[in-house]
């Protein structure tokens, strides 16, 4: 079963910046589409950021909280997503949880929405932190 593991979190400053990893040891992310999601302390979790690579195109979105100071992308030999996220805020802090699904984000391309049941399989979170 496919099993992702996140890494990079931590506390940051303010207007720092962080980069986040998202592993699938020993299996290949070639059909899977994978987003990024948050929650934070009392809120819901919402979606920040999804990759869906194909045969010859690469489709990427990012939530409006995040776009222009955020960046994906796919290492595909590594079988591993990051996630570049630059000028960080306090609103920026919550659990940062990866996902993976064969039909994600083709709904986020068209809509701009995260569905959740578009995900197959879940992360088990990496705290991030912006505080000074």
């Known amino acids: 079963q496919l099993q992702l593991v996140e890494s990079g979190g931590g506390l940051v400053q303010p207007g720092g910046s962080l980069r986040l990893s998202c592993a699938a040891p020993?299996?290949?992310?070639?059909?899977?589409?994978i987003g990024w999601f948050r929650q934070a302390p009392g809120k819901e979790r919402e979606g920040v950021s999804c990759i869906r690579k194909g045969s010859g195109f690469t489709i990427t979105n990012y939530a409006d909280p995040v776009r222009g100071r955020s960046s994906i992308s796919i290492d595909n030999v590594k079988n591993t997503v990051f996630l570049q996220m630059g000028i960080l805020k306090p609103e920026d802090t919550g659990v940062y949880y990866c996902?993976?699904?064969?039909?994600?984000?083709?709904?986020?391309?068209?809509?701009?929405?995260?569905?959740?049941?578009?995900?197959?399989?879940w992360g088990q979170g990496v705290q991030v932190t912006v505080s000074s």
């Open positions: 020993g299996f290949s992310l070639d059909y899977y589409a």
């Open positions: 996902a993976a699904g064969v039909e994600a984000c083709v709904a986020t391309f068209h809509s701009g929405t995260y569905p959740r049941e578009d995900y197959d399989y």
